[in-house]
């Protein structure tokens, strides 16, 4: 986004001209800001050409998984309507990965028969669960196990996956042990040592450790893995002093591990590539004064956006029309939404504000619409994907009807 003449723009078109045209609230694309983080993740590991698995539970949107194909990714999956989402969106399924902890018969059968590169086993349960469906079907199967490596990714609590206290991946000795069962299985093809250690990962020094974890496991084991799938978690910078993440050390690491380890790298980005993509914009209803505070209340509420009620998560709000007077009094946005949790931020000597006004929540791209709901029945957004002077609907807002 970028202001000209004090009016927000995403691409070549004013924001308020958004609002008035398609109404509030309402999430808005830009094709071009996705365009370039793919290009820059690619360009950050050119030197070992990863396959690039889109992690579609951070935003799910047909059209967006159609683009993101376009420039050659995958996708990450973690339950069958993923999937068969990223089927429809034309995502070829040697280029699939299935991941998490609770995949169901059907969810593990579905997988098979559409037959994806990956099916990632987080335990033992589950990987005699796909030894049997795939025993029933006369089929060979390609499996990852997912590892555990009890490290710290210095980040929010709630999006932690890597510590041993989380409930993904296995520990070093049950991991041996599956090595030891997929050898001894004729339906199992075990290709792949999968990890992923959590979200918006600032500091590469985690992603260091991971690997020193996952090089003496397979010291250990003494096997040859096909894949090394590294999960994702790269983080974006979501406020102008957060510190960016230092792909230049992370690529340096992995190549000194591919250097002993002859295997292909998976990714599994989702944030870095759709995280900073979207904005959604909303309209004032009403402020609300007291002594200490103007409440800016909005016609977004936590149904629509609710990472900062769920995780506390910080995501930044600009004002559409840039004006210079500012109020001494804290500014806090909130939705109409009947929970005290609904509030987005608090913001000291934030400019004036009248009700009406268009404000733009910023870097909603990543888990904004995917964890949208209907809570208190209220209709979920629009989508709008902008390219230039061009904006396309990619998803109506929903209407009582669709769900009264």
């Known amino acids: 986004m970028i202001y000209i003449n004090k009016k927000l723009r995403i691409e070549n078109i004013n924001l308020v001209n958004i609002a008035k045209k398609y109404g509030t609230p309402a ?55 993923e999937l068969m989402m990223a089927i429809k969106a034309g995502i070829n399924p040697k280029k699939i990965v299935f991941s998490g ?39 060979k199967v390609k499996v990852g196990l997912r590892l555990n490596p009890n490290t710290d990714a210095k980040t929010l609590s709630q999006i932690s996956t890597g510590k041993k206290e989380n409930k993904f991946g296995v520990n070093e000795k049950t ?134 009620a769920l995780y506390g998560a910080f995501h930044n709000i600009v004002p559409t029309i840039r004006k210079q007077r500012k109020v001494k009094k804290i500014t806090e946005f909130v939705g109409p939404i009947c929970e005290s949790t609904d509030k987005f931020l608090s913001l000291k000597k934030f400019q004036e504000l009248n009700e009406n006004d268009i404000i733009a929540i910023c870097d909603v791209g990543a888990y904004g619409m995917s964890l949208s709901s209907n809570y208190n029945l209220r209709p979920k957004p629009i989508e709008l994907l902008i390219e230039g002077s061009k904006i396309k609907v990619i998803r109506k807002r929903q209407k009582y009807t669709d769900f009264i």
């Open 175 to 308: 991991f041996i042990e599956l090595v030891k069962y997929c050898k001894n299985s004729k339906n199992l093809d075990l290709q792949c040592l999968s990890v992923h250690i959590g979200s918006q990962i600032l500091n590469y020094r985690p992603y260091e450790k991971m690997l020193k974890v996952i090089d003496k496991i397979i010291s250990k084991v003494n096997y040859k893995f096909e894949f090394i799938d590294l999960g994702g978690g790269m983080g974006i910078s979501y406020t102008d002093k957060t510190k960016q993440l230092n792909y230049r050390k992370y690529n340096i690491a992995i190549k000194k591990f591919l250097k002993k380890h002859n295997s292909k790298i998976i990714f599994e980005p989702g944030r870095s590539i759709i995280g900073n993509v979207g904005t959604l914009i909303s309209r004032i209803i009403y402020i609300k004064r007291n002594e200490k505070k103007n409440f800016i209340i909005l016609d977004a509420g936590m149904n629509d956006l609710i990472r900062p």
């Open 27 to 81: 999430y808005c694309y830009s094709y071009n800001q996705l365009k370039d983080n793919i290009s820059s993740f690619k360009r950050n590991f050119a030197s070992f050409s990863p396959i690039i698995c889109f992690a579609v539970k951070s935003n799910t949107n047909l059209r967006l998984l159609k683009e993101i194909k376009k420039f050659g990714l995958g996708a990450d999956v973690v339950s069958q309507g």
């Open 101 to 139: 902890v609770g995949k169901s018969t059907s969810e593990i059968t579905y997988a098979i028969d559409k037959r994806i590169l990956l099916l990632n086993a987080e335990s033992m349960s589950e990987i005699k669960k796909i030894d049997k469906i795939a025993r029933s079907k006369n089929r």
